[in-house]
T-cell receptor
Framework: NAGVTQTPKFQVLKTGQSMTLQCAQD?????MSWYRQDPGMGLRLIHY???????DQGEVPNGYNVSRSTTEDFPLRLLSAAPSQTSVYFC??????????????FGSGTRLTVV | GNSVTQMEGPVTLSEEAFLTINCTYT??????LFWYVQYPGEGLQLLLK?????DKGSNKGFEATYRKETTSFHLEKGSVQVSDSAVYFC????????FGKGTRLHILP
């Protein structure tokens, strides 16, 4: 039972490079979300999806793209990395609103440094 | 809109002290309420939850009661341990989940 799997765990990028953070879940969850967490800060929602083929912006979407071609996968793309994107990125998944009594399941995070 | 307010940290306690972390919420309808814990270098883990008024969630010695009349879901533990040092997040969910800003807890031996 893998839950939510994020890869890579650590990444160093140079300013201007692009990359994709991977997220996969094996629980048949409808909802998937990406958050960033800066040091000493709470979670900020980047993008989310309520099902395959459906994505929407969170509170800090600039500089990031997502797609949801399958239920299982929700990759996050950094288009042109900037030092301000240095952060820890968490992917989370959950059942839909019909089962809102279930919480979200989080991955272990990707620690990204942009130099 | 929905929102969660929790006490700002850091909170520093001695081992075996009593812990309370306050959490209040604003929501339409009847949300489910959650406490998550984040240990250093890890992701968030569900600690406990309550899904209707007067429900008590409990886990690992922690408890929280869903109080609709005061719109609160305070986290308590009778005797904290050094291993409880972490960041604690209160959250509510009607559809998408809404998190508080987190409270950092330090337990001194």
């Amino acid at each position: 039972n893998a839950g939510v799997t994020q890869t890579p765990k650590f990444q160093v990028l140079k300013t201007g490079q692009s990359m994709t953070l991977q997220c996969a879940q094996d629980m048949n969850h409808e909802y998937m979300s990406w958050y960033r967490q800066d040091p000493g800060m709470g979670l900020r929602l980047i993008h989310y999806s309520v099902g395959a083929g459906i994505t929407d912006q969170g509170e800090v979407p600039n500089g990031y793209n997502v797609s949801r071609s399958t239920t299982e996968d929700f990759p996050l793309r950094l288009l042109s990395a900037a030092p301000s994107q240095t952060s820890v990125y968490f992917c989370a998944s959950s059942y839909g609103r019909q089962r809102a009594n279930y919480g979200y399941t989080f991955g272990s995070g990707t620690r990204l440094t942009v130099v | 809109g929905n929102s969660v307010t929790q006490m700002e940290g850091p909170v520093t306690l001695s081992e075996e002290a009593f812990l309370t972390i306050n959490c209040t919420y604003t929501a339409t309808g009847y949300p489910s309420l959650f406490w998550y814990v984040q240990y250093p270098g890890e992701g968030l883990q569900l600690l406990l939850k309550a899904t209707k008024a007067d429900d008590k969630g409990s886990n690992k010695g922690f408890e929280a009661t869903y109080r609709k009349e005061t719109t609160s879901f305070h986290l308590e533990k009778g005797s904290v341990q050094v291993s409880d040092s972490a960041v604690y997040f209160c959250a509510l969910r009607n559809d998408k989940i809404i998190f508080g800003k987190g409270t950092r807890l330090h337990i001194l031996p």
